[in-house]
């Protein structure tokens, strides 16, 4: 079936260390798949931080980035040097252009101590 | 201001008793869904729908019905609430175009029934 996989939390980062949230889907009936990864900050709703639709290229946002790797059907969201204001719990998405396929992981929630 | 809005924030609803979430949506986007999201899982979609006095059900609809009375409002009914329905709820709006596939998230909803 059509899933995601993302890293178990909580997960506890210095600030000015690298960061590494694994995502790893499977997109079984879904032919060209999207990859995105939302953010919740504490009391908002998930608001998307980067998406690419194309296998091979790398989105990036606020010092995020993430490559779509079809042949390991990963997305693993990379961030070198962390700030305690990204904080925040991370949700890997697989999704396609039918808006009724769209599937999320569990979420990680990502403290930075100062 | 935010885009989506979900009222209540919160609520206790007792078991067998009727519960309606209420989103509003400000962003003129024609698609609108609900999720809910239990503690250690991911989003899960309940109902969407792409126009106005016209809904779907997605992958988790039983136990919820839902309402779309205009392009802005999209309401989450559970007639009779049960015990494995407390979980947070989500309200999401997108696009008809291109970028359909990026949905707008609200706070979310914390309901707890008893």
């Known amino acids: 079936g059509d899933s995601v996989t993302q890293t178990e939390g909580p997960v506890t980062v210095s600030e000015s260390e690298s960061l590494i949230i694994n995502c790893t889907y499977s997109?079984?009936?879904?032919?060209?798949?999207?990859l995105f990864w939302y953010v919740r900050y504490p009391g908002e709703g998930l608001q998307l931080l980067l998406k690419?639709?194309?296998?091979?290229q790398k989105g990036s946002s606020r010092g995020f980035e993430a490559t779509y790797n079809k042949e390991t059907t990963s997305f693993h969201l990379q961030k070198a040097s962390v700030q305690e204001s990204d904080s925040a719990v991370y949700y890997c998405?697989?999704?396609?252009?039918?808006?009724?396929?769209?599937?999320f992981g569990k979420g990680t929630s990502l403290t930075v101590i100062p | 201001e935010a885009a989506v809005t979900q009222s209540p924030r919160s609520k206790v609803a007792v078991t067998g008793g009727k519960v309606t979430l209420s989103c509003h949506q400000t962003?003129?986007?024609?698609?609108m869904y609900w999720y809910r999201q239990d503690t250690g899982h991911g989003l899960r979609l309940i109902h969407y729908s792409y126009v106005a006095d016209s809904t779907e059900k997605g992958d988790i609809p039983d136990g919820y019905k839902a309402s779309r009375p205009s392009q802005e409002n999209f309401s989450l009914i559970l007639e009779l609430a049960s015990l494995s329905q407390t979980a947070v709820y989500f309200c999401?709006?997108?696009?008809?175009?291109?970028?359909?596939?990026?949905?707008?998230f609200g706070p979310g909803t914390r309901l707890l029934v008893l």
């Open positions: 999401a709006s997108s696009d008809a175009g291109r970028d359909q596939d990026t949905q707008y």
């Open positions: 690419v639709i194309t296998a091979g």
């Open positions: 998405a697989l999704g396609d252009t039918g808006y009724q396929n769209f599937y």
């Open positions: 962003n003129n986007h024609d698609y």
């Open positions: 997109a079984t009936s879904i032919a060209y798949p999207n």
